[in-house]
């Protein structure tokens, strides 16, 4: 049953003991078995290959989306992961690692969007029955391109000034184990309020959803009242599993 009610679900003082052996194991082994896990997501997608037979061959899109997806897990440049993708080749996950030109140019198009949204749902399917607490929320990235504004400075005066164009991408995410369940894009100047239902909705299809943190973003009569009928639903299908059972 969820509530809008603000709860503290860790009590004050108890700290988590904390197993440093496993802790350790994981830090020291956590590059090698990230690439394995997203090469065997990866290849799940059964992307297909196609090439016209003109020109030279392009890369597979499943090997380009591994790429980006290395780029994007390590942070850094796409100069800067060509070793990384040199091992990912040396395992056999990749066919050949490309020049770094290519990765930048594949990280702009839109055709593996599609199989990204694919891919996180996959990587989260093995986690479903863990997480019931889900918490929208929304980030910006910059980009290269920068466009005049006007803005208002001190005393009310109009300011034409040069800014950096920027991306939105609003996520849900477990608060357990803070894997994303869902995930749009949208201009960096779209409010995060419209997007509240249609990730919370793609959520609870796949996962149990007993609570809802969001902050006061997403505060809205729509939602609260979307909300409502969501909670009305999930204690409809209780009473339904528990008529069968009794039965």
């Known amino acids: ?28 082994s956590e590059k090698i078995v990230a690439m394995r896990i997203l090469n065997e997501a990866v290849n799940s997608l059964n992307i297909p290959y196609e090439y016209n037979g003109i020109g030279r061959p392009p890369m597979g899109i499943d090997d380009m989306i591994k790429c980006c997806v290395v780029k994007v897990y390590n942070s850094f440049s796409t100069r800067h992961i060509i070793p990384d993708l040199n091992y990912a080749h ?3 996950y990749i066919k050949q690692p490309p020049h770094f030109n290519i ?5 702009r198009n839109p055709e593996i969007e599609e199989y990204l949204h694919k891919l996180y749902n996959i990587l989260a399917q093995p986690l479903v029955g863990i997480d019931e607490i889900f918490a929208p929320d929304a980030t910006g990235f910059g980009t290269h391109k920068k466009d005049w504004m006007e803005t208002r400075g001190w005393f009310r005066s109009k300011k034409v000034s040069l800014w ?21 894009t949208s201009e960096g100047r779209c ?8 990730l919370i909705r793609e959520t609870a299809k796949r ?8 902050d006061s973003g997403y505060l809205s009569k729509d939602n609260c ?9 999930l204690l409809s299908n209780q009473r339904r599993t528990c008529g069968k059972r009794l039965s």
């Open 90 to 92: 040396a395992l056999g």
């Open 207 to 214: 996962f149990d959803v007993k609570y809802v943190c969001a």
């Open 164 to 184: 950096k164009e920027f991306k939105k991408l609003h996520i849900v995410c477990g608060t357990l184990t803070t894997i994303i369940t869902e995930a749009r």
């Open 103 to 107: 990765i930048s140019k594949y990280m």
């Open 225 to 233: 009242e979307y909300v409502k009928e969501l909670e009305e639903s």
């Open 1 to 28: 049953m969820m509530q809008t009610t603000v709860r503290t679900f860790r009590e004050k003082g108890k700290r988590k003991k904390r197993h440093w052996t496993q802790y350790n194991l994981a830090h020291t």
């Open 191 to 198: 409010h995060d309020s419209p997007f509240f239902k249609d």
